[in-house]
């Protein structure tokens, strides 16, 4: 993150910002007051200042972001997710620091889809009680394997549409 990139800017290493969000949904998020074009160039002068580079997940992230750096389009090992089964009739979110991120990933519109039926939550949610993480991929793979169906929401003016957790489910043949 950006933040993380402040705090290692004397650290005499590689370093490398993967963008993972679109500039407008982070200034959204983030309630700034920075326009666009404001937070490219800063952002650009920052990583030539310290030697960074950014990556990017996605196009439209990259192109929100100014096209500063290349795109690395998320790779995920079918063969490794594949086997889904269903066998738990309970649909699936995975999720980190909903919160924080509430307006991209539209969680307003997740609990209202979601109302009425059993949804499981997995991510790192501190402050959302009963939630809880994988323990490691193996877990989180048979999460994937044994729901019976993935919900993912997310602002379509901010965001893509697919995340790594998205991708994953797919992988594993959920619907």
């Given at each position: 993150?950006?933040?993380?990139?402040?705090?290692?800017k004397f650290?005499a290493c590689?370093?490398?910002?993967?963008i993972?969000?679109?500039?407008?949904?982070y200034?959204t998020?983030?309630?700034?007051?920075?326009r666009?074009?404001e937070?490219?160039?800063?952002?650009?002068?920052?990583l030539?200042?310290?030697g960074?580079?950014?990556?990017?997940?996605?196009?439209?992230k990259?192109?929100?972001?100014?096209?500063?750096?290349?795109?690395?389009?998320?790779?995920?090992?079918?063969?490794?997710?594949?086997?889904?089964?269903?066998?738990?009739?309970?649909?699936?979110?995975?999720?980190?620091?909903?919160?924080?991120?509430?307006?991209?990933?539209?969680?307003?519109?997740?609990q209202?889809?979601?109302?009425g039926?059993?949804?499981?939550?997995?991510?790192?949610?501190?402050?959302?009680?009963?939630?809880?993480?994988?323990n490691?991929?193996?877990?989180?793979?048979?999460y994937?394997?044994?729901?019976?169906?993935?919900?993912?929401?997310?602002?379509?003016?901010?965001e893509?549409?697919?995340?790594t957790?998205?991708?994953?489910?797919?992988?594993?043949?959920?619907?």
């Amino acid at each position: 993150s950006i933040d993380d990139l402040l705090s290692v800017k004397f650290l005499a290493c590689p370093k490398i910002l993967v963008i993972h969000v679109s500039l407008s949904g982070y200034i959204t998020q983030e309630n700034s007051p920075t326009r666009a074009e404001e937070m490219q160039q800063l952002l650009s002068t920052y990583l030539d200042k310290i030697g960074a580079i950014s990556v990017a997940v996605s196009s439209m992230k990259q192109t929100t972001w100014g096209a500063i750096g290349p795109v690395i389009p998320f790779y995920i090992d079918s063969d490794f997710f594949n086997g889904y089964n269903g066998q738990i009739a309970a649909g699936l979110r995975v999720a980190n620091q909903i919160s924080q991120k509430s307006i991209l990933l539209d969680w307003r519109n997740h609990q209202r889809i979601a109302e009425g039926f059993p949804v499981k939550l997995i991510g790192y949610n501190p402050d959302m009680p009963g939630v809880q993480r994988a323990n490691d991929l193996y877990a989180l793979r048979a999460y994937y394997r044994n729901h019976r169906f993935y919900l993912h929401t997310a602002r379509y003016d901010f965001e893509d549409g697919f995340t790594t957790s998205s991708l994953e489910a797919m992988a594993c043949g959920m619907p």
